[in-house]
Nanobody, 123 residues
C-alpha cells in the first residue's frame, strides 16, 4: 500500500506560481513512477505530468509544457509540481498518483491516489 498526501494548492491570480507537493509513505517510493493529474468541474480527470523512478525522465501534457515542472526527492519521499504562469484554465483539483506501470500518462495505469488539492486561478 502507498499513501499519498498532496499540499500546496490555493487561490492565485493569472500569471502567478504555485508549487504542489505530494508526500508518499508505505512502500519504496524510489521505485514508483509518480504522476500528477487534474480534474476541473464537469470534466474528466486529465494527465498533467509524470516522472519515472528509473532515470527520472518526465512527460508533460501539451497544455502545461514549458510552464510546469515535475520533480522528485527520493530522500524525502516527495514529488513536486512547480506551476508557473498559471492560467484560469489550470483551475482544477490536482491529484498525485503512483504506479509500477511503464505507462505513465493514463490515469488507469495508476494504483494509488491522493485526496487532491484545489488550485484556483483567477483572471
Amino acid at each position: 500500500q502507498v499513501q499519498l498526501v498532496e499540499s500546496g494548492g490555493g487561490l492565485v491570480q493569472a500569471g502567478d506560481s504555485l508549487r504542489l507537493s505530494c508526500a508518499a509513505s508505505g512502500r519504496t517510493f524510489s521505485m514508483l513512477n509518480m504522476g500528477w493529474f487534474r480534474q476541473a468541474p464537469g470534466k474528466e480527470r486529465e494527465f498533467v505530468a509524470a516522472i519515472r523512478w528509473r532515470g527520472g525522465s518526465s512527460s508533460y501534457a501539451d497544455s502545461v509544457k514549458g510552464r510546469f515542472t515535475i520533480s522528485r526527492d527520493d530522500a524525502k519521499n516527495t514529488v513536486y509540481l512547480q506551476m508557473n504562469s498559471l492560467k484560469p484554465e489550470d483551475t482544477a483539483v490536482y491529484y498525485c498518483a503512483a504506479t509500477n506501470s511503464i505507462v505513465i500518462v493514463r490515469a488507469s495505469s495508476y494504483d494509488y491516489w491522493g485526496q487532491g488539492t484545489q488550485v484556483t486561478v483567477s483572471s
